[in-house]
């Protein structure tokens, strides 16, 4: 099993690409903490898991609260004993433009975008610097490798987890705690369905909400949606001992857009 006797966490495990990599993780061997705002959901999550042979908690609660975003750290490392790898998936839509842009927007976008994912892995990395290494994963976007029209604001965040990750990944690489990011196009998951049903896109492109999918699933050269497992595929094996070699790495899982 490629994470047989790994211990880790992943955020925003409820549905879409978060739940289809704590599956995928806890089928591998994986210990998961399944964090979620929705409770609900990510009990559901730890009970497909568990009911597969797996082995998984939840822990619920909003991200954007420091001491909550903290303390996923401190509980997953006390049930399990261990913190191999943390997946930062979380992370927020925002809105769309920039003209008469409420502040409060950007302060949102970035809370959970990126300073949700700086607090946990502020946690983190004793924990695996005592294991002697780890694995810490930030999920950004093909909107953080280049601009996009439809939302700078959620640019400027996945942006900015790029840059953390390479610049943690040099910092820490010495202590064999290895930082990486995932960069999804666009993927089959509920978010997909609020980013494209914001009112500005529908009266921009006078589409209904499908036909937006549709067109945005089309984009990229082999013409169609990613599906969460695709994601999660390459999130398990950036996390694992594949990718040891591998760190600082900004991968796009995008169906060939950004080429």
């Not at 004993?81 to 842009?101: C, K, N, Q, R, Y």
């Not at 996945?158 to 993927?187: D, F, M, Q």
């Amino acid at each position: 099993m490629r994470m047989a006797n790994k211990f880790g966490i992943v955020t925003a495990a409820a549905s879409g690409m978060g739940r289809a990599g704590a599956v995928r993780f806890a089928a591998e061997g994986a210990g998961v903490a399944v964090v979620d705002i929705d409770e609900v959901k990510a009990r559901e999550t730890v009970h497909a898991i568990t009911a597969a042979g797996g082995n998984a908690f939840a822990l619920a609660g909003d991200l954007m609260d420091e001491d909550f975003a903290r303390g996923i750290v401190h509980e997953t490392r006390k049930r399990f004993g261990h913190l191999d790898f943390l997946w930062a998936h979380a992370g927020h839509p925002t809105v769309s433009g920039v003209e008469g842009l409420d502040l409060k927007e950007f302060d949102i976008a970035m809370n959970l975008n990126v300073r949700a994912a700086m607090a946990s892995t502020i946690e983190a990395i004793p924990f695996m610097r005592e294991r002697g290494g780890g694995s810490i994963l930030y999920t950004s976007s093909t909107s953080g490798l280049f601009g996009s029209p439809f939302s700078p604001l959620y640019s400027v965040a996945k942006w900015g987890l790029i840059g953390l990750a390479r610049s943690l990944a040099k910092r820490y690489g010495p202590e064999n705690i290895r930082v990486n990011v995932v960069c999804p196009g666009t993927t089959n998951t509920p978010m997909l369905r609020v980013l494209v049903s914001r009112p500005d896109e529908i009266a921009t492109k006078g589409k209904d909400i499908d036909e937006l999918i549709k067109v945005r699933g089309s984009g990229n050269p082999l013409g169609r949606l990613a599906r969460p497992e695709e994601i999660a595929n390459a999130a398990l094996f950036l996390l694992s001992d594949e990718a040891s070699f591998i760190t600082g790495a900004a991968l796009p899982v995008d169906g060939g857009k950004t080429a």
